[in-house]
T-cell receptor, first 113, second 112 residues
């Protein structure tokens, strides 16, 4: 069977290593997913998005994977840097005519030097 | 910098009072969304406006109201404030409904 990554509220990663942040979403009708990064005292910052007709999308040092079968989303950060320390949220748009974002609980990533 | 601006950055007030939070969306964006972020509830959607019209409501209290003006800026009004209303309030905007939402820096409200 396929393993599904668990959502962890915190993640500690060594600088230079790759990070994987997992998220389970709830609405099977959701067709748009976004990862946000929130640093202390700031608003959520867009990182990368993916639509439900895709299963993978790559950006600069980041990759988002979508598994609709098990309603799972992951964010991979390559060569994690100290500036990547933040809280990461996945968010889903509910589908037809539903434009509000529903956010996951967030994962706090701490990068160790 | 997302291009979304919010004022004030911080607001400290007393229970029972009324405050107004202001948001200017990114240039050209017609949709404005308000979210509340508290420690125990996380990020929660409050309300959405599109080109001046209310389009969606979340778990917004009756003591809270919002509007979007012809110049597309939006205001969130919070009245009869309670201690539990202390939170970060974020505004986001998107160019189209269902498009990527870009968030402002937030207003931190403290009710004493």
């Amino acid at each position: 069977g396929e393993s599904v990554g668990l959502h962890l509220p915190t993640l500690s990663v060594q600088e230079g290593d790759n990070s994987i942040i997992n998220c389970a979403y709830s609405n099977s009708a959701s067709d748009y997913f976004i990862w946000y990064k929130q640093e202390s005292g700031k608003g959520p910052q867009f990182i990368i998005d993916i639509r439900s007709n895709m299963d993978k999308r790559q950006g600069q040092r980041v990759t988002v994977l979508l598994n609709k079968t098990v309603k799972h989303l992951s964010l991979q950060i390559a060569a994690t840097q100290p500036g990547d320390s933040a809280v990461y949220f996945c968010a889903e748009l509910g589908g037809l005519n539903d434009y509000k974002l529903s956010f996951g609980a967030g994962t706090t990533v701490t990068v160790r030097a | 910098d997302s291009g979304v601006t919010q004022t004030p950055k911080h607001l400290i007030t007393a229970t029972g009072q009324r405050v107004t939070l202001r948001c200017s969306p990114r240039s050209g964006d017609l949709s404005v969304y308000w979210y509340q972020q508290s420690l125990d509830q996380g990020l929660q959607f409050l309300i959405q406006y599109y080109n001046g019209e209310e389009r969606a409501k979340g778990n917004i209290l009756e003591r809270f109201s919002a509007q979007q003006f012809p110049d597309l800026h939006s205001e969130l009004n919070l009245s009869s404030l309670e201690l539990g209303d202390s939170a970060l309030y974020f505004c986001a905007s998107s160019g189209e409904q269902g498009g990527t939402q870009y968030f402002g820096p937030g207003t931190r409200l403290t009710v004493l």
